[in-house]
């Protein structure tokens, strides 16, 4: 991977939408460099999708919100239950929007998540509490979200 390629990825990873003749213009790289790139990119699987930018709220679900999740060591009556099996759980949330596994002195997972009011939250976060295997959950409201423009290419 080259400096042509990371500079792709930078911009990808911020401004997904942008088109092949954009990112060429932003990038000072000929079109189809960069449209044989990304394809490179995406046939490699160092590309694997591309995501919306939403405003959430103007959408029914506008409440956004971080919960940390602390495992079990042991559950009576069952051992240890494995990471996996609970995050399998958690992928059958619509609310959940991202799951990621963390090391971290006090919880081991982050979920992102949208709810539609703080009543919605609350009937998450007990649903949640019922996951064999989830010990305890702490919840962070999102208050605002800054969506930070491409960064600057430097050669």
């Not at 494995?82 to 919880?107: G, H, R, W």
């Not at 979920?111 to 949640?128: D, H, N």
């Not at 509490?129 to 600057?152: F, H, M, N, Q, Y």
Request: glycine fraction near 6%.
């Amino acid at each position: 991977m080259d400096q042509k390629d990371k500079a792709i990825i930078q911009v990808l990873g911020r401004r997904a939408g942008l088109t092949s003749r954009q990112l060429s213009k932003m990038l000072d790289i000929p079109i189809s460099t960069v449209h044989r790139r990304i394809k490179k990119l995406e046939h490699e699987g160092v590309i694997i999708g591309y995501k919306a930018m939403i405003n959430y709220e103007l959408t029914s679900w506008p409440i956004g919100v971080l919960l940390f999740i602390n495992l079990e060591e042991y559950t009576p009556g069952k051992g240890h239950i494995s990471k996996n099996i609970i995050l399998d759980a958690l992928k059958t949330y619509p609310e959940i929007e991202e799951l990621i596994e963390v090391q971290a002195a006090m919880f081991d997972i982050v979920i992102r998540a949208r709810v539609a009011s703080l009543r919605g939250l609350s009937q998450l976060v007990e649903e949640l509490r019922g996951i064999e295997g989830i010990e305890e959950i702490s919840a962070a409201i999102i208050t605002d979200e800054v969506v930070l423009p491409p960064p600057t290419i430097v050669d």
